[in-house]
């Protein structure tokens, strides 16, 4: 095992004895909602796991430590620190190892890590892609990169449309990403149902997921595999109210001067802000929506090793 990874013993009992482990990452936690409510959220996707017959294995970096599977206080810390801890992408790993500090995992490092660990499916909310006006400022977020390279499967509800959902599907395609749709030929764009775009597959079922999965495994492929999930009907948001919001916390964002891995961050916070408490409601029912798919395929998967 690697020597900066520390697996829970939970974590590492299920994974020893081929029982059903789902990832979750930490960024979501620390950067993606607000005090307490993420700490309360990060505690009802891991029980959502566990009432669907699998292990949660939360994943942070922790004093310098890579850890899969958090307690109760490791992640009541990342949730109370908020945005004070760094938000650790793949290039933060030495530098976050070498000097022992914390780290709040995006969807590229839950998936390194998962993967270390052994764990193979994972649940969030939104992942990272190519943002608007990519094609002058070069903003692609590393979370592609990891999916063509890393075999983890990644469950969440689509990409805001703070980005291009456009050009990220080309970008997926080009790295060679199967984009399933789950129950839906479209893709969803997390806070409603539609893009606009469609998926490369439409799959209606956990155990259609994982043999998916173990087919990209049996031919040797390195990378992973994105499952988008839409938001319950009932929770999903009003189109006009969502492009509203996201048009003002564009503007503001090149406003400002926003770049970098600062650029998300400030995105999703200004657009909680804009849209007040309905955008954070719907946000956790359709991350706990994406757990349970998560949960169902990985006891699928578990039958089949
Ligand atoms: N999109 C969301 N919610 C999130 C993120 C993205 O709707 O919480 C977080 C995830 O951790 C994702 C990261 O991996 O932001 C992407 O950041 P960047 O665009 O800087 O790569
Ligand atoms: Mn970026």
Redesign the pocket.
């Known amino acids: 095992m690697n020597k900066y990874l520390d697996i829970s013993p939970e974590v590492k009992t299920a994974l020893d004895t081929g029982k059903p482990v789902v990832a979750l990452?930490s960024?979501?936690i620390s950067?993606?909602m607000p005090y307490p409510r993420n700490v309360e959220t990060a505690f009802l996707v891991e029980q959502t796991i566990r009432n669907n017959g699998a292990v949660p294995a939360t994943i942070a970096v922790i004093g310098g430590r890579l850890k899969a599977g958090l307690s109760h206080d490791e992640i009541e810390h990342l949730g109370k620190a908020g945005r004070n801890v760094a938000k650790a992408?793949r290039r933060d790993l030495p530098a976050l190892l070498a000097r022992g500090i914390d780290g709040a995992t995006?969807?590229?490092t839950t998936m390194i890590i998962a993967h270390m660990a052994g764990i193979k499916i994972f649940a969030?909310?939104?992942?990272?892609g190519v943002h608007r006006g990519a094609e002058t400022t070069m903003d692609i977020?590393?979370?592609l990169e990891e999916l063509a390279q890393t075999p983890v499967m990644v469950v969440c509800a689509g990409?805001?449309s703070i980005l291009d959902l456009g050009l990220t599907l080309e970008y997926l395609e080009t790295k060679g990403v199967p984009v399933i749709g789950y129950g839906t030929d479209e893709l969803p764009a997390?806070y409603t149902r539609k893009s606009g775009f469609g998926v490369d597959y439409r799959v209606d079922s956990p155990k259609e997921l994982a043999d998916m999965f173990q087919a990209q495994r049996d031919i040797g492929y390195v990378g992973g595999m994105l499952v988008t999930n839409p938001i319950p009907e009932e929770y999903s948001m009003d189109k006009a109210i969502i492009d509203e919001a996201i048009g003002q916390a564009l503007r503001e964002c090149s406003e400002q001067g926003v770049h970098g891995?600062d650029?998300?961050p400030f995105l999703?916070a200004k657009v909680v802000e804009l849209t007040g408490g309905e955008s954070l409601e719907s946000n956790i029912k359709l991350v706990l929506n994406n757990a349970e798919i998560a949960a169902k395929t990985a006891v699928e998967l578990s039958k089949q090793n």
């Open positions: 990452e960024t979501i950067h993606g992408s995006t969807v590229t969030t909310g939104g992942i990272g977020s590393a979370d990409a805001k997390f891995k650029t998300t999703l």
